[in-house]
Nanobody
Framework: VQLQASGGGLVQAGGSLRLSCAAS????????MAWFRQAPGKEREFVAGIKGRGATTNYADSVKERFIISRDNALNMVFLQMNGLKPEDTAIYYC???????????????????WGQGTLVTVSS
């Protein structure tokens, strides 16, 4: 599975961005997809995840009510709509994938087998 993230950029606080993750090599239906982020000097952290059929999602507390994860399995795409961006959201955002073997969406980066290259999101105050 190859993943490629895009859509990052520079935005003012309160603004919005939509990240995209294109998958190839395997159809998405049997994969749990997630977004992680890593800010300078910090560990990579879970942002949001979505199960294969898209009915189940999970969010980090810091982004709940602001970010929305979605997927289009027909297009092999996953999206992260980010609204109400804050300077603390500044980070490199990565999409990741793992086979759907558990009921819960895993939030540890160690649980994910496939990673995209990352896209930089910078939020200015």
């Amino acid at each position: 599975v190859q993943l490629q993230a895009s859509g990052g950029g520079l935005v003012q606080a309160g603004g919005s961005l939509r990240l995209s993750c294109a998958a190839s090599g395997r159809t998405l239906g049997s994969l749990v997809m997630a977004w992680f982020r890593q800010a300078p000097g910090k560990e990579r952290e879970f942002v949001a995840g979505i199960k294969g059929r898209g009915a189940t999602t999970n969010y980090a507390d810091s982004v709940k009510e602001r970010f929305i994860i979605s997927r289009d399995n027909a297009l092999n795409m996953v999206f992260l709509q980010m609204n109400g961006l804050k300077p603390e959201d500044t980070a490199i955002y990565y999409c990741a994938a793992r086979w759907q073997t558990t009921v819960l969406i895993r939030t540890s980066s160690d649980a994910y087998d496939y990673w995209g290259q990352g896209t930089l999101v910078t939020v200015s105050s």
